[in-house]
């Protein structure tokens, strides 16, 4: 079945704990982003990456770092989590037509 | 910014009724697309319209595109309760590889 997974689904952590959200894709897609959804503000995109070892900043970059080591891993690094980063987080991985597919989510909080 | 707006915001029809949502954008774009987002879930490809296309249908659902006004609209016909979710459009660049930005959404509650 094509999906794009994520893990951890439901995260609590406190500030400045570093951790990785971590996204894979079994489709071959080369496009793959990271978005966070708040109320009211919508999807935003924090990274991006056009291929292997090819990554640009989205919109909202500031507190993340990614990588892309592999074509089907994309993982989400907090190196020191601060509560405005309590978010919805979604990876989505892109057909060349431009249709996305998205992960399940992860929810995470940070006290 | 090419951003999609959605409008209305929020939307509540009774079971069976159509759905009418509309999204605007501001510059040219290659292909616009809407998604469906269940509550906290991830959201789900619906269906993609190409700048050169002005509607195009899939079972329940029917987008037009009117590149001249920036706008589309997404019909859902006979509603359905489990057609209560969050509708985003989303707008394509020239490129496969532009950025995909989303519109704010409507949610769509349809009461049985």
């Known amino acids: ?111 | 910014s090419q951003q999609g707006e959605e409008d209305p915001q929020a939307l509540s029809i009774q079971e069976g009724e159509n759905a009418t949502m509309n999204c605007s954008y501001k510059t040219s774009i290659n292909n616009l697309q809407w998604y469906r987002q269940n509550s906290g879930r991830g959201l789900v490809h619906l269906i993609l319209i190409r700048s050169n296309e002005r509607e195009k249908h899939s079972g329940r659902l029917r987008v037009t595109l009117d590149t001249s006004k920036k706008s589309s609209s997404l019909l859902i016909t006979a509603s359905r309760a489990a057609d209560t979710a969050s509708y985003f459009c989303a707008t394509g660049g020239k490129t496969s590889y532009d950025k995909v930005i989303f519109g704010p959404g409507t949610s769509l509650s349809v009461i049985p």
């Open chain 1, 1 to 111: 079945e094509a999906q794009v997974t994520q893990n951890p689904r439901y995260l609590i952590t406190v500030t400045g704990k570093k951790l990785t959200v971590t996204c894979s894709q079994n489709m071959n897609h080369e496009y793959m982003s990271w978005y966070r959804q708040d109320p009211g503000l919508g999807l935003r995109q924090i990274y991006y990456s056009m291929n292997v070892e090819v990554t640009d900043k989205g919109d909202v970059p500031e507190g993340y770092k990614v990588s892309r080591k592999e074509k089907r891993n994309f993982p989400l690094i907090l190196e020191s989590p601060s509560p405005n980063q309590t978010s919805l987080y979604f990876c989505a991985s892109r057909t060349s037509g431009n249709e996305q597919f998205f992960g399940p989510g992860t929810r995470l909080t940070v006290l």
